[in-house]
T-cell receptor
Framework: KQEVTQIPAALSVPEGENLVLNCSFT??????LQWFRQDPGKGLTSLLL?????REQTSGRLNASLDKSSGRSTLYIAASQPGDSATYLC????????????FGTGTQLKVEL | DADVTQTPRNRITKTGKRIMLECSQT?????MYWYRQDPGLGLRLIYY???????NKGEISDGYSVSRQAQAKFSLSLESAIPNQTALYFC???????????FGSGTRLTVV
């Protein structure tokens, strides 16, 4: 069974800092890995999708890396802003068994003025 | 219109009532999923479907049933709702292997 761990569980930083959110997973038989953002009580917004053959994916101030063999991914947020405050979820997607996506419990980020 | 639409957005129901949550999609994806989210437990998979003839149990299927009425529609039923089924429920779709998931906006269900 896939186990996903996200560290830290919560993070509070001043505006402008660069951040690294960590994700580790136990089953490396994945097609790809997806990072999501969730605002309180809201739905999930897809941020980045990294294929298993890729090492990195970038979108604006966000950069995600994937090391499939070691079961790790990181999400790097550059020059953080208060609007980045949300919960960030990591989801590796398995190759078999219905391409199930297993979530970690997320990193709750607060960016303060 | 959203790619994945869930109805209702919010629902309060009484213990013992039957309730159905609906999901429809315009992505043309074959694969559809139902998740529930609880504080501190993250999102957990309830059921998933590859097509109208294929239904599979997820991690926490007890107390739930599903119906895939068409490629675009996947509904989740609680036959006899209980308070610990109070949660935020999400429907998701997925296309080919290289595709990611697309989630609906969620249904907040409260069982009193």
């Amino acid at each position: 069974k896939q186990e996903v761990t996200q560290i830290p569980a919560a993070l509070s930083v001043p505006e402008g800092e660069n951040l690294v959110l960590n994700c580790s997973f136990t089953d490396s038989a994945i097609y790809n890995l997806q990072w999501f953002r969730q605002d309180p009580g809201k739905g999930l917004t897809s941020l980045l999708l990294i294929q298993s053959s890729q090492r990195e994916q970038t979108s604006g101030r966000l950069n995600a890396s994937l090391d499939k063999s070691s079961g790790r991914s990181t999400l790097y947020i550059a020059a953080s802003q208060p609007g980045d405050s949300a919960t960030y979820l990591c989801g590796p997607i398995l190759t078999g068994g219905g391409n199930k996506l297993t979530f970690g419990t997320g990193t709750q980020l607060k960016v303060e003025l | 219109d959203a790619d994945v639409t869930q109805t209702p957005r919010n629902r309060i129901t009484k213990t013992g009532k039957r309730i159905m949550l609906e999901c429809s999609q315009t992505k043309g994806h074959d694969r559809m999923y139902w998740y529930r989210q609880d504080p501190g437990l993250g999102l957990r998979l309830i059921y998933y479907s590859f097509d109208v003839k294929d239904i599979n149990k997820g991690e926490i299927s007890d107390g739930y049933s599903v119906s895939r009425q068409a490629q675009a529609k996947f509904s989740l039923s609680l036959e006899s709702a209980i308070p610990n089924q109070t949660a935020l429920y999400f429907c998701a779709t997925k296309g080919q292997s290289i595709d990611g998931y697309t989630f609906g906006s969620g249904t907040r269900l409260t069982v009193v």
